[in-house]
């Protein structure tokens, strides 16, 4: 079964700075899709970045980016230039790309990031 | 694109009582459902998933059950709430190899 962890429950960082939260996964799968989502205090999830497990390059968002390592089963997102409205729980998710009883999306338990002016 | 609309938004209840949760979506067929608990400052726990009308799969055994009546509404219900059952509940939906749409959660509050 597919697992995703994410090891940093907490991470701070000053506005303006950069930062990066980890996210590890265990599949056996060779297709698949990961995702970043971020959840503010209003608690509606708001999809962040998204990268399929075919595509080498690694995605990008204007501040946003991963650093996707698939040998390793690592997807690390990096946020630039930090603002206060990026303070929000923030998790990795992944997906396996087919139809049917397998198409589950399983989340990591998340990284509350505050962002500190 | 698909939109999910979830209700009620909040709910106290007390404890043996019964609960359903509605959750309907727009603007795609036959999609993927989910229901996810998140207890408070926590992560996103998968209850129940369905790939079609009537096929429900539960992820951990619990006081509740889900069903799908129709291809866009997935109903989260229990007969006699505990007090465990506290939290916020997402429903959510996929479609093919797309990214996941979420409604808005419903805050539930077992007294």
């Known amino acids: 079964a597919q697992t995703v962890t994410q090891s940093q429950p907490e991470m701070s960082v000053q506005e303006a700075e950069t930062v990066t939260l980890s996210c590890t996964y265990d599949t056996s799968e060779n297709n698949y899709y990961l995702f970043w989502y971020k959840q503010p205090p209003s608690r509606q999830m708001i999809l962040v970045i998204r990268?399929?497990?075919?595509?080498?390059q690694n995605a990008t968002e204007n501040r946003f980016s991963v650093n996707f390592q698939k040998a390793a089963k690592s997807f690390s997102l990096k946020i630039s230039d930090s603002q206060l409205g990026d303070t929000a729980m923030y998790f990795c998710?992944?997906?396996?790309?087919?139809?049917?009883?397998?198409?589950?999306?399983?989340f990591g338990t998340g990284t509350l990031l505050a962002v500190q002016p | 694109s698909q939109t999910i609309h979830q209700w009620p938004a909040t709910l106290v209840q007390p404890v043996g009582s019964p609960l359903s949760l509605e959750c309907t979506v727009e603007g795609t067929s036959n999609p993927n459902l989910y229901w996810y608990r998140q207890a408070a400052g926590r992560g996103l726990q998968l209850l129940f998933y369905s790939v079609g009308i009537g096929q429900i799969s539960s992820e951990v055994p619990q006081n509740l059950s889900a069903s799908r009546p129709q291809d866009r509404q997935f109903i989260l219900s229990s007969k006699k709430l505990l007090l465990s059952d506290s939290g916020f509940y997402l429903c959510?939906?996929?479609?093919?190899?797309?990214?996941?749409?979420f409604g808005q959660g419903t805050r539930l509050t077992v007294v």
């Open positions: 959510a939906c996929t479609r093919g190899n797309t990214e996941a749409f």
């Open positions: 990268q399929e497990a075919y595509k080498q």
């Open positions: 998710a992944f997906m396996k790309p087919y139809g049917g009883a397998t198409n589950k999306l399983i």
